[in-house]
């Protein structure tokens, strides 16, 4: 009996050895083409764990990246949707993680628009939408929208108004350079500026999708609808004839410089301290007046940094990757992922 047990684990072994050889030999091979990269021009082939950048399955829940800018020169992988516990995150109405690995919330106002990041080379603006029942001394706010400007270009996306929710609606709509956009859902399709200077790619057949400006920043973007139990929780007395459709998103960015700003953007500043008080359940911070702008395609604000030509000579801070705290996979340079 026990000769029969230890054949079987012999063959059950080279059984899982032959199926990952077969999954890894499926992998897509990447390679990182930013010249300054450590990794520049170097083959590197995805875990067999995700083998795909864009598997067309939208069941697959995770894809395979690679970080170019970190010395490890090594494929891993991620989540397809945003993670809102982790770093670079803006969910819920509107709770924030820095990327200083800090939690917390910033209101604005409904209705109006402030800028998330402003860096010279991009500016990420969020419009907010939101409600004031009656004995409240603010508004509560959720993200509805997201402007973006780069070069000379602007791209915005945002969810769609609706009375109710339905899994089975698509709630996303885009614009480039002022003019409607249309990505089907249907098939996971990828849409591609002619200058390729962004890149929109369907993650689920419905409200999911990943943005990126190559070498400058990657957005995670799902569409959710307030519940209501979270209405019942917080007490935000939605209304009958409207779900307040909002984004969840995540950013990840390449090299932003020492003095970015935002209202997330300042948190990748080198030397930033987190007014969030520590210990406190939802630590508010204000900004409202620095951080305003006159649209979601403006770089009016106070402190906004962006200039279309994107010129500087500033030193780069550090790439805050994406964190990944609730599996086995890590990202990130010497990043500890917090509670």
Known sequence: MEFLAGSYKTLLIILLFFV???????????????????????????????PSSSPTDPKVTKVCVVNCNSPICKAECKNRKPNCNGPGSACLDPRFIGGDGIVFYFHGKKNEHFTLVSDPNLQINARFIGLRPEGRTRDYTWIQA???????????????????????????????????????????????????????????????????????????????????????IHNYQIPSDDCFAHLEVQFRFYGLSS???????????????????????????????????TSLVSADCMACVFTQAGNQKDSRVMDYSKLDCTGNTFSGNGIVCRK
């Open 259 to 293: 003095n970015v700003e935002g209202v997330l953007g300042r948190t990748y500043q080198p030397d930033f301290k987190n007014p969030a008080k520590p210990g406190v359940a939802m630590p508010v911070v204000g900004g409202e007046h620095k951080y305003k702008t």
């Open 146 to 232: 997201l402007g973006l400007l780069f070069n000379s270009n602007s791209f915005t996306l945002e969810a769609t108004p609706s009375a109710t929710w339905d899994d089975e609606v698509d709630h996303l709509k885009f614009s480039y350079n002022g003019e409607e956009l249309i990505i089907p859902g249907s098939d996971l399709s990828v849409w591609q500026s002619q200058e390729s200077s962004i890149r929109v790619e369907r993650t689920s057949t419905k409200n999911s999708v990943l943005v990126t400006l190559p070498e400058v920043a990657e957005i995670s973007v799902n569409v959710v609808p307030v519940t209501k139990e979270d209405d019942k």
């Open 20 to 50: 990952s050889a077969i999954l890894q030999s499926r992998a897509e091979t990447k390679v990182c083409f930013s010249k300054g990269s450590p990794c520049f021009l170097k083959k590197i082939q995805c875990p067999a764990q995700c």
